[in-house]
Structures are given as C-alpha cells and as structure tokens.
Nanobody, 119 residues
C-alpha cells in the first residue's frame, strides 16, 4: 500500500504562488502515474494535473499555463507549482497514486492540503 503525504498548502492572496509537495512511501518509479486533484466546498473532486512514470504530463484546461506538475524520483516526491492563483483555486488539494499490478489496478490518496486564495 502506498502512503502519500501532501504539504505546502496555505493562505495566499490572488496572484501569488504556492508549491505543493506529495511524498510517497515507496519509490515513485514503481508508480504508473501520480496526480493532483482538488475539491472545493460543495463541488466534486476534479483533476488538476497528472504525470506518468515516463514523464508525460496533462493538465485541466483551467490550470494550463498557471500550474506545473513535476517529479523528483530521488525524493519520491511529486510537486505542483501553482502560479497566478485565483480565488476560484481555493480547495483542498489531494495527491493520488495509480499503480498497475498483475493483481489489479490500485489508487491511493493522500489526506489533502488546504489552499485558500483571498481576493
């Protein structure tokens, strides 16, 4: 089982930046893809961005050009750099790991980190 710990959330003003970190309990080289999701109050959880083991990245349209996902295999860590933050980016941000094994497909989630953007 993969354990994920997010950090880096906080309260910022519109236009500022934050970098979120997600540390995995095992080498992320063994994980097929890692992603960031977010959930605002009263809304469904939505994909922000993901990065595959091979380094392919994908972003939700509203985050393109503002957010960047990256990984440091040596630190078993995935990052989400968020620039030009907007009040509508306020949400709890979750890290997810997806593993494909001979026994099935597994998803693991972190506990989330709160990001609040004031106007």
């Amino acid at each position: 089982q993969v354990q994920l710990v997010e950090s880096g959330g906080g309260l910022v003003q519109a236009g500022e930046s934050l970098r979120l970190s997600c540390v995995a309990s095992e080498t992320i080289v063994s994980i097929n893809a890692m992603g960031w999701y977010r959930q605002a109050p009263g809304k469904q959880r939505e994909l922000v961005a993901f990065i595959t083991r091979g380094g392919f990245t994908s972003y939700a349209d509203s985050m393109k050009g503002r957010f960047t996902i990256s990984r440091d295999n040596a630190k078993n860590t995935v990052y989400l750099q968020m620039n030009s933050l907007k009040p509508e980016d306020t949400a709890v941000y979750y890290c997810k790991a997806h593993k494909s094994t001979p026994w099935g497909e597994y998803d693991y989630w972190g506990q989330g980190t709160q990001v609040t953007v004031s106007s």
